[in-house]
């Protein structure tokens, strides 16, 4: 069974600083990892994902993960946060794909100007 | 050209009613999929189909019945309303063997 944690509902950061959101993940076979991101009224869009390829993984608008499989995590980071990421983040995991995918709750960001 | 679009966007409807939601990929993908997102934003599957044939169903009451007329469309029918089933209902797709979901914009319901 496969399932995603992600530490803090609600993340708030300066615009220009480093963005964090994190998430935890199990699963008992290999995982794919995700992140999409969701903006006000619209639908989820793929920021970046892992396939066991590379562990750091680069993603749209300066986003990019890393897979640490001893940590079972796969951390969100930007260095430089801007007034349009704020969004909904969702990590999801799945052992065969896109056609089972495990959603997180969701990390609200915000950035303060 | 909307890759992956849902109708109608907004659904208000009154208990004990039967509705249904559109949607329809233009990506040539061979399996689609509907998420209900619940008011805490908690994104789950419930169906998944695959060349016209249903391939997962996450224990949703039977009163929600997806409808695939081809490849490129799955539907979503919901009878006899009730107010738990208000939610964002997400279509989603993808292509064969691959590992990235489309999702499309999401269809708000409101059952009152």
């Known amino acids: 069974a496969q399932s995603v944690t992600q530490l803090g509902s609600h993340v708030s950061v300066s615009e220009g600083a480093l963005v964090l959101l994190r998430c935890n993940y199990s699963?008992?076979?290999?995982?794919?990892l995700f992140w999409y991101v969701q903006y006000p009224n619209q639908g989820l869009q793929l920021l970046l994902k892992?396939?066991?390829?590379?562990?750091l993984v680069k993603g749209i608008n300066g986003f990019e993960a890393e897979f640490k499989k001893s940590e079972t995590s796969f951390h969100l980071t930007k260095p430089s946060a801007h007034m349009s990421d704020a969004a909904e983040y969702f990590c999801?995991?799945?052992?065969?794909?896109?056609?089972?995918?495990?959603f997180g709750t969701g990390t609200r960001l915000t950035v303060i100007p | 050209d909307t890759a992956v679009s849902q109708t109608p966007k907004y659904l208000v409807t009154q208990m004990g009613n039967d509705k249904s939601i559109k949607c329809e990929q233009n990506?040539?993908?061979?399996?689609m999929y509907w998420y209900k997102q619940d008011s805490k934003k908690f994104l789950k599957i419930m169906f998944s189909?695959?060349?016209?044939?249903?391939?997962i169903n996450e224990t949703v009451p039977n009163r929600f019945s997806p409808k695939s007329p081809d490849k490129a469309h799955l539907n979503l029918h919901i009878n006899s309303l009730e107010l738990g089933d208000s939610a964002v209902y997400f279509c989603?797709?993808?292509?064969?063997?691959?590992?990235?979901?489309?999702f499309g914009q999401g269809t708000r319901l409101t059952v009152v």
């Open positions: 892992y396939t066991s390829a590379a562990t």
């Open positions: 699963s008992s076979v290999p995982p794919y």
């Open positions: 990506l040539g993908h061979d399996t």
């Open positions: 189909y695959n060349n016209k044939e249903l391939i």
């Open positions: 999801a995991v799945s052992s065969t794909g896109a056609n089972n995918l495990f």
């Open positions: 989603a797709s993808s292509p064969a063997g691959d590992t990235e979901a489309f």
